[in-house]
């Protein structure tokens, strides 16, 4: 009696293992879009090659060329403006496609007001 007594035991404990059918999360978050940036306040530096840049700022603290494309780097007391520069499709020099921004420290802060204080550091040319 006690053996059956541990098989009836046995067989319940691996019948609550066995599982039904599949999975279903719930409360799953979908994924986000990708962040869009706005380029207002960018119209000096979107579209602009490197002359130009270094022209509008002055000479680049960092120029690094990485496969087809390039990123330059320029900084003042208040921040670091990195720019990325990539050919246009039908070939030609390459245009900033995107720009980042952030502080001295790291701390973020908006990429027009880092292109503005960039350009009066340098004279407002």
């Given at each position: 009696?006690?053996?059956?007594?541990?098989?009836?035991?046995?067989?319940?404990?691996?019948?609550?293992?066995?599982?039904?059918g599949?999975?279903?999360?719930?409360?799953?978050?979908?994924?986000?879009?990708?962040?869009?940036?706005?380029?207002?306040?960018?119209?000096?530096?979107?579209?602009?090659?490197?002359?130009?840049?270094?022209?509008?700022?002055?000479p680049?603290?960092?120029?690094?060329?990485?496969?087809?494309?390039?990123?330059?780097?320029?900084?003042?007391?208040?921040?670091?403006?990195?720019?990325?520069?990539?050919?246009?499709?039908?070939?030609?020099?390459?245009?900033?496609?995107?720009?980042?921004?952030?502080q001295?420290?790291?701390?973020?802060?908006?990429?027009?007001?880092?292109?503005?204080?960039?350009?009066?550091?340098?004279?407002?040319?």
């Open positions: 009696m006690r053996t059956a007594a541990t098989a009836i035991l046995a067989g319940l404990t691996l019948g609550a293992c066995a599982t039904t599949p999975v279903v999360r719930q409360n799953a978050v979908p994924v986000p879009p990708p962040p869009t940036y706005g380029t207002v306040g960018l119209e000096r530096v979107m579209g602009q090659n490197a002359i130009a840049l270094t022209q509008l700022f002055g680049p603290a960092l120029d690094l060329t990485e496969g087809p494309g390039r990123k330059v780097q320029f900084a003042s007391d208040i921040c670091v403006l990195d720019a990325y520069l990539y050919p246009p499709a039908s070939g030609g020099v390459p245009i900033v496609r995107h720009v980042d921004s952030r001295r420290i790291g701390a973020p802060i908006d990429r027009a007001s880092c292109v503005a204080a960039l350009t009066r550091a340098k004279g407002g040319r």
